[in-house]
């Protein structure tokens, strides 16, 4: 049937039909904008509000969240940033920085006396999973090394320290912490190994015969063939 000529008079008059809006999902281009007026802002009020735009833009970024955690934190809203990083964490668990926000503020608590040795327990987990993402972070690795060490856990802090020294094979401290540590742990053979290997890369250092001499003293009170 042919249309009217009233009818194709409306159809022509009538606004052209809008496309469908897309489904909601990232606009990076606009996050990464604000992204930069928060940098450009400094660390205040008007930074964060910043940071809130581009979360909006982009709610699942790691990255604007870590830096919303980290700001909340130097404003002094402590729980705010950590409830802002814990967020981070689920909806990003494959970013370090995240993680390495969340355990900063649990450290935090830690010091602060809040439950310290479940919140560095905590602590060491974001640790453990910052080193799997970036297994070449040795200041992650050390950190690791040294929260076991302060749980007390040295069967845990030894295999890290281990792994730190993979990437910095010359640093003669590390080497000499690594034996002193396997001593404390009864394992005299990877003691003598990690003190052996130290003397090997500095045989004049009179700090390290002296720390060295400290470690056979301590093999000799134990017991221990080197």
């Known amino acids: 049937m042919i249309p009217s000529v009233a009818l194709v008079g409306l159809l022509l008059a009538a606004p052209a039909a809008q496309p469908a809006a897309r489904e909601s999902g990232p606009d990076r281009a606009l996050a990464y ?5 928060a940098q450009q802002a400094g660390r205040t009020e008007q930074a964060l509000e910043e940071l809130r735009k581009a979360q909006r833009y982009d709610p699942g970024a790691g990255v604007i969240r ?5 700001l909340l934190r130097e404003l002094g809203r402590p729980d705010e940033a950590l409830e802002a990083a814990k ?23 830690a010091q602060s006396g809040v439950e310290p040795e479940a919140n560095l327990r905590a602590v060491a987990e974001q640790l453990e999973k910052i080193v799997e993402l970036e297994p070449t972070d040795g200041q992650g690795l050390l950190t690791l090394v040294n929260t076991w060490l302060q749980l007390g856990e040295g069967a845990k802090a030894a295999p890290v320290l281990e792994s730190y020294l993979e990437l910095d094979p010359g640093n003669v ?54």
């Not at 394992?187 to 250092?205: H, I, N, Y």
């Open 173 to 226: 401290e590390r080497h000499l912490q690594l034996g002193s540590l396997y001593l404390q742990l009864g394992k005299g053979e990877q003691a003598a190994a990690a003190l052996k290997r130290a003397l090997d890369l500095q045989p004049d250092s009179a700090q390290g015969y002296a720390r060295l001499g400290d470690v056979y003293a301590q093999a000799e009170q134990l017991d221990l063939s080197l």
């Open 33 to 37: 904008y604000h992204y930069s007026l």
């Open 87 to 109: 967020e981070g964490v689920r909806l990003a668990p494959g970013s370090a920085d995240a993680r390495r926000v969340l355990a900063q503020l649990l450290r935090d608590l």
């Open 66 to 70: 870590a830096e919303i955690a980290r």
